[in-house]
């Protein structure tokens, strides 16, 4: 650019300075002029490879890069016109060059007449016909009173007839491009680009009116300063559009802008009528001022109107814009989540109904509902955008992160490899797993994850059902992990369908019952009580594990019957023992509820009218809940205490296998402490397992708690345990669960046979 602007002061002040003086060379004053040429020509040409202006607009600048090209080769051929030849220096314009300038000015009208403009209703078009009348009448009647008149007469003395032509080509372009720019829009062009252009097209047309002054000066030409002014603003408005932003959607009322154009030509006729006239006076000079007056007024009305409407205009659009802002806001909250700003379902449903090579993932939050209870819905509701904004930054630019609901992500992953995309899922996973704090709270998310690739003729359904099933698995196989689709999930699932279905039945076909394993006391193995057991004898596939048919039954609901019914054969049983051996009948037995039987409504009065049926001791009884049951505060923990009430023990089962808190020793009404096995294993060796037992066994003296050691296998262990300070446990190192009637042996003797020694 800046070789641009040198090229034309040199080129200005050549002509300047050639007006008060002969120059010996002027084939100097020409050499720049191609150059100047060439480099609009070579910014024109870059801006029209511009990938983010729309076609027209890149069609244009190719348009006008090729007009600067030709326009380069024209300025040689004049060049050699003017400084060779038996009459040199001439204004000679040869046949060739008249050529090249002729097809200077196709490329340009075509770049011109091409640009995109609104679409038009009949009286718009009339009213863009009637301004382009106006300025082409101005234009041509102003050019030929103050230079075409002179420069015809002076064509009678040898000068060619085609530079004629030429300018007044010129100036025809000048006045298009000014109504182009003026009443039919840039065309998705740089505004000021455009107007760089009309100024510079209309600057070298008035050039042309200094051809009468130069007739004693054959080595100056108009088309020196006016080629100089063409390169110049085509490359000033080339730049201007490379480095200025992609010009956006066009504002509706851009139509409507005040157009000055028609009244100014109407003034420059005014002027020039005036002008004329003065030098006649008399009656000629009154009509002029009169006609000049009344013009005036008239325009002055047709402007004070068009304010007018145009401020009513206004109005209406200000109205429009705020229904088209508040229906632009109904549609994002139809396809975004309102609590984190994602993408909700129905837009990622879209997302994936495009089609193409990709992967999604399913991530759901492992135990949510216990933040959600135990820390607040607010707590809960912040983990969840933090989540969300976590996935949106770490995904690719072409890639999607939604929110299903509640707890509930998806991410869509475009263009990857099989390998690619797994490796993004576990950066995925490592930094939704990062810890975040809200408030006072410090948490650490665990995140299952199910993750699936397209195929063809999937359906955004299928797709995201594979991946429920694959995060499910997730979490079935322990949760805080990823797992990949697999179509032996889908068998797996049909037959726990199927198995389900059977379960919600088996209650009413008979096939439950009970066995209970006997608790005893460290270290002599003195019987202490039992912990019911419920079994499931499947009428095809045997005894089925209850690892396998509880978890099934909370899944699908039928957890509140089977407990139901395990809680009425519990209670029968107690009585019975009760009724049948009075002092030595167990002084605990234990049965275990869900957490879905606690949020039954009424679970408590339940069980208070099956006991007072019954007529058992309730103090004999011990309901075990496991601690991420009652974690926090709700439904659940005020059913304990309900329970508790009425006279049932209560204990935490599998305490510290699940979201601990040594707080929920002191808001849960609990009395005994059940030790998971997996803590209990390690008791033997010098493990974290055994730090943890030897503290938990403190923190219930401190506490006054009873502690029950689960899952004791061997003789080491049970010593183990005593030495620690437990004095319950139950496992198969003492007894194996047994039926009801079995339990009974145990009665005569008060002991296990199968003692620690």
């Given at each position: 650019m800046m070789l641009g602007a040198a090229l034309f002061a040199f080129s200005a002040g050549w002509f300047l300075i050639g007006l008060g003086h002969v120059w010996a060379h002027p084939i100097v004053g020409w050499a720049a002029l191609p150059v100047m040429a060439a480099l609009a020509a070579r910014s024109c040409l870059r801006v029209g490879r511009r990938t983010d202006l729309t076609g027209p607009a890149r069609a244009f600048w190719r348009r006008i890069g090729l007009a600067c090209a030709v326009f380069t080769a024209g300025l040689v051929s004049n060049a050699v016109d003017a400084t060779t030849g038996p009459d040199a220096p001439s204004r000679y314009v040869s046949p060739l060059t008249s050529v090249l300038l002729l097809g200077l000015l196709f490329f340009a009208l075509a770049a011109m007449f091409r640009l995109t403009s609104w679409h038009r209703t009949r009286p718009e078009w009339f009213r863009f016909g009637v301004d382009a009348v106006?300025?082409?009448?101005?234009?041509?009647?102003?050019?030929?009173?103050?230079?075409?008149?002179?420069?015809?007469?002076?064509?009678?003395?040898?000068?060619?007839?085609?530079?004629?032509?030429?300018?007044?080509?010129?100036?025809l372009i000048s006045a298009l491009a000014m109504i182009k720019l003026s009443f039919a829009g840039s065309g998705h062009?740089?505004?000021?680009?455009?107007?760089?252009?009309?100024?510079?097209?209309?600057?070298?047309?008035?050039?042309?009116?200094?051809?009468?002054?130069?007739?004693?000066r054959p080595y100056l030409s108009g088309t020196m300063l006016a080629a100089a002014v063409v390169a110049l603003t085509a490359q000033l408005a080339a730049e201007r559009q490379r480095?200025?932003?992609a010009p956006g959607p066009k504002d509706r009322t851009s139509a409507r802008r005040f157009t000055v154009l028609p009244y100014a030509a109407l003034a420059a006729i005014d002027v020039t009528l005036l002008a004329t006239a003065a030098t006649t006076g008399g009656e000629l000079l009154l009509l002029a001022v009169c006609t000049?007056?009344?013009?005036?007024?008239?325009?002055?009305?047709?402007?004070?109107?068009?304010?007018?409407?145009?401020?009513?205009?206004?109005?209406?659009?200000?109205?429009?814009?705020?229904?088209?802002?508040?229906?632009?806001?109904?549609?994002?909250?139809?396809?975004?989540?309102?609590?984190?700003?994602?993408?909700?379902?129905?837009?990622?449903?879209?997302?994936l109904a495009a089609g193409g090579s990709f992967h999604v993932a399913l991530l759901d939050i492992d135990d949510f509902k216990v933040i959600n209870d135990r820390l607040g819905h607010s707590t809960g509701d912040q983990m969840l955008r933090t989540i969300g904004d976590r996935l949106s930054a770490a995904i690719g630019p072409g890639d999607v992160a939604a929110r299903l609901g509640g707890d509930e992500f998806t991410v869509l992953l475009t263009g990857r490899t099989h390998d690619e995309a797994e490796n993004l899922l576990t950066e995925l996973l490592d930094v939704v797993r990062q810890p975040l704090v809200v408030g006072r709270f410090e948490m650490t998310p665990r995140v299952s994850m199910g993750?699936?690739?397209?195929?063809?003729?999937?359906?955004?359904?299928?797709?995201?059902?594979?991946?429920?099933?694959?995060?499910?698995?997730?979490?079935?196989?322990?949760?805080?992990?990823?797992?990949?689709?697999?179509?032996?999930?889908?068998?797996?699932?049909?037959?726990?369908?199927?198995?389900?279905?059977?379960?919600?039945?088996?209650?009413?076909?008979?096939?439950?019952?009970?066995?209970?394993?006997?608790?005893?006391?460290?270290?002599?193995?003195?019987?202490?009580?039992?912990?019911?057991?419920?079994?499931?004898?499947?009428?095809e596939h045997g005894l089925v594990s209850p690892g396998v048919f509880i978890p099934l039954a909370e899944r699908t609901g039928s957890i509140v019957e089977v407990g139901r019914w395990v809680l009425e054969q519990v209670v029968r049983q107690a009585a019975a023992w009760q009724r049948e051996y009075g002092e030595r009948a167990p002084a605990k037995v234990s049965f275990n509820i869900s957490a879905r039987q606690l949020q039954e409504?009424?679970?408590?009065?339940?069980?208070?009218?099956?006991?007072?049926?019954?007529?058992?001791?309730?103090?004999?009884?011990?309901?075990?809940?496991?601690?991420?049951?009652?974690?926090?505060?709700?439904?659940?923990?005020?059913?304990?205490?309900?329970?508790?009430?009425?006279?049932?023990?209560?204990?935490?089962?599998?305490?510290?296998?699940?979201?601990?808190?040594?707080?929920?020793?002191?808001?849960?009404?609990?009395?005994?402490?059940?030790?998971?096995?997996?803590?209990?294993d390690g008791v033997t060796t010098a493990s974290p397992q055994a730090v943890i037992v030897d503290n938990l066994i403190r923190i219930t003296g401190g506490l006054r708690l009873e502690a029950v050691a689960e899952g004791v296998?061997?003789?080491e262990q049970a010593a183990r345990l005593h030495q620690l300070g437990y004095r319950l446990a139950q496992g198969f190192h003492f007894a194996r669960p047994m039926p009801g009637e079995d339990v009974a042996l145990l009665f005569e003797t008060a002991e296990v046979s199968r003692s620690v020694s």
């Open positions: 106006i300025v082409l009448i101005t234009v041509g009647v102003l050019f030929w009173h103050y230079s075409l008149r002179h420069m015809w007469a002076d064509s009678d003395n040898g000068s060619s007839a085609l530079p004629f032509v030429a300018v007044v080509l010129l100036v062009l740089d505004r000021m680009s455009l107007s760089i252009i009309t100024v510079g097209v209309a600057l070298a047309a008035a050039s042309g009116s200094l051809a009468p002054h130069l007739r004693d480095r200025a932003p000049v007056v009344l013009g005036g007024l008239v325009a002055s009305r047709q402007v004070s109107a068009l304010r007018e409407n145009t401020r009513l205009l206004d109005t209406v659009d200000a109205h429009l814009r705020q229904l088209r802002d508040y229906q632009e806001k109904l549609d994002h909250e139809v396809t975004h989540d309102p609590l984190t700003g994602m993408p909700n379902r129905t837009l990622f449903t879209s997302a993750a699936t690739a397209a195929v063809d003729g999937d359906t955004p359904e299928e797709l995201l059902r594979r991946g429920d099933v694959a995060m499910y698995a997730a979490k079935s196989a322990g949760g805080d992990r990823r797992t990949w689709f697999d179509p032996l999930m889908d068998e797996l699932a049909a037959t726990e369908a199927v198995l389900g279905a059977q379960l919600q039945q088996a209650v009413g076909r008979d096939e439950l019952f009970m066995l209970y394993q006997p608790i005893v006391e460290l270290p002599d193995g003195r019987f202490a009580g039992v912990e019911a057991l419920v079994r499931w004898r499947h009428p409504p009424g679970f408590a009065g339940e069980v208070a009218a099956l006991l007072a049926r019954e007529g058992v001791d309730p103090a004999r009884l011990v309901a075990e809940v496991t601690e991420t049951a009652v974690l926090g505060t709700g439904t659940a923990l005020d059913t304990v205490k309900a329970l508790n009430a009425l006279g049932l023990r209560i204990a935490l089962d599998d305490f510290g296998t699940g979201a601990s808190s040594l707080s929920l020793l002191v808001d849960c009404p609990a009395q005994i402490l059940k030790v998971d096995k997996s803590f209990v296998e061997t003789a």
